[in-house]
């Protein structure tokens, strides 16, 4: 039996920093102080704060919903309503919550989802968010507005940033509308200074993984992305960032392990199984194997943002988001990521309901594996829906898949000598 995980005490400060962040939300909303914006996880969240809303991300919402397990409850009421079971499981149990009356969010004060004043969407990710938006939006009579992303990005072109540039700039007037208040260019420079400096604090977090033995996983990066994700543009996430770096920092100097004796180290692509975080993350660690980096994770890391060039910054950053791409850039992406934290193989998701955020069904995982000369596995579940998810197939298939890894590093030892 491996020796139990040091947990991280910056969870402490993370707690503190959502917990004010839902509930400022729902003091925003009880006291109508600020309008309420919706903003899809990577959609222009510096622009809806320097106009003053107070933001909520659904995908934050409906990744509680899934971690607290109670997402398969709410299924089946959207499925009732005309959504499919093979559709998004972060929409069908966001909405079917909703028709249910409940939401985590009552724990922080609220009376469930904030109702919006505008629902803002990037379809850069996929066309489900949309549709999302749009249920709530006829729900309650309030615009649905975006921009409609290209998708399969190979080199990102100058025509591309053109197009989604425009299409920021002409939200402007609408959001302008639905705040009451113009928006000040001062502003604007003040969320994406925020938002740079958390990203850049997060991506220094997240490469502490290069460190062996890691610091830091990849489901515990799940959770703690949580501040870069609701709180993009706000100065309260760089503070965040600043104390967690400051814990990694001091735990690769004092050799304190994620996983404590850490043997294996993997990479992980795709979506979390949020209500199995902790059963797999007890899984890998009782094999000494460390999932030490994630595209998940990653795609938060927005080093393009520009504050001088505000527009074209926030497009370019759209655009070349990992999940927007085509198989060829995500490959190159995945190699970099595997050489810079040295593992010894990756772990693809197959997340039933979310095949944009799924890369292992034409062929990726097989070319990756030889060009990169590293074993990978498939493991099939699900973002929300764990009827999709076997915690005995998933145990039996990373034991073979570590035995795998462990035989081949024996090999090339025995080749070595
Ligand atoms: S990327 Fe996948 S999980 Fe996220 S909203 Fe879209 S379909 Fe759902």
């Given at each position: 039996m491996a020796a139990p995980r040091a947990e991280l005490a910056s969870t402490a400060a993370l707690r503190d920093t959502m917990s004010a962040y839902y509930r400022g939300l729902g003091e925003a909303v009880e006291k109508k102080t600020a309008p309420v914006a919706w903003c899809t996880s990577v959609g222009p969240a510096e622009l809806l704060r320097a106009l003053g809303f107070v933001v909520h991300f659904p995908e934050n919402h409906a990744a509680m919903l899934g971690a607290g397990r109670t997402a398969n409850r709410y299924l089946p009421v959207a499925h009732a309503q005309?959504?499919?079971?093979?559709?998004?499981s972060y929409l069908t149990s966001d909405i079917g919550a909703y028709l249910s009356g409940e939401s985590p969010l009552s724990a922080f004060?609220?009376?469930?989802v904030p109702r919006a004043d505008v629902l803002v969407f990037n379809t850069n990710q996929c066309r489900d968010v949309r549709d999302w938006f749009e249920w709530y939006g006829r729900q309650w009579n309030v615009p649905v507005i975006g921009i409609n992303s290209p998708r399969s990005v190979g080199e990102v072109t100058e025509a591309e940033i053109g197009d989604v540039t425009r299409q920021l700039e002409a939200l402007v007037p609408i959001l302008e509308r639905v705040a009451g208040t113009r928006l000040d260019s001062a502003r604007l420079t003040t969320a994406m200074s925020a938002a740079r400096d958390a990203s850049a604090l997060w991506e220094r977090c997240l490469t502490t993984?290069?460190?062996?033995?890691?610091?830091?996983t990849f489901f515990d990066g799940t959770i703690h992305m949580g501040p870069a994700v609701v709180l993009r543009g706000a100065p309260e996430a760089a503070t965040y960032y600043g104390t967690l770096l400051a814990e990694l920092e001091e735990r690769t100097r004092t050799g304190v392990?994620?996983?404590?004796?850490?043997s294996l180290r993997l990479y992980w692509d795709g979506m979390p199984v949020w209500g199995r975080l902790r059963a797999l993350s007890t899984t890998f660690a009782e094999f000494r194997?460390?999932?030490?980096?994630s595209t998940y994770c990653n795609?938060?890391?927005?080093?393009?943002?520009?504050p001088a060039d505000p527009w074209r910054s926030m497009a370019r950053s759209s655009v070349e988001l990992f999940i927007a791409r085509s198989d060829e850039p995500k490959e190159r992406y995945i190699e970099r990521m595997v050489k810079l934290y040295d593992v010894d193989g990756i772990v693809f998701h197959d997340c039933r309901t979310c095949p944009n955020n799924t890369n292992s069904r034409y062929g990726m995982p097989r070319r990756l594996s030889e060009r990169l000369g590293i074993p990978t596995l498939m493991l099939d579940g699900d973002v929300n829906d764990l009827r999709c998810f076997s915690d005995e197939q998933a145990k039996t298939n990373i034991e073979g898949f570590v035995e795998q890894l462990a035989d081949g590093r024996a090999a090339a030892g025995r080749a070595a000598r």
């Open positions: 005309g959504y499919s079971q093979d559709i998004c004060g609220l009376h469930g993984a290069t460190h062996r033995p890691s610091p830091f392990q994620a996983v404590p004796g850490e194997t460390a999932v030490v980096a795609s938060w890391i927005f080093s393009t943002l520009d």
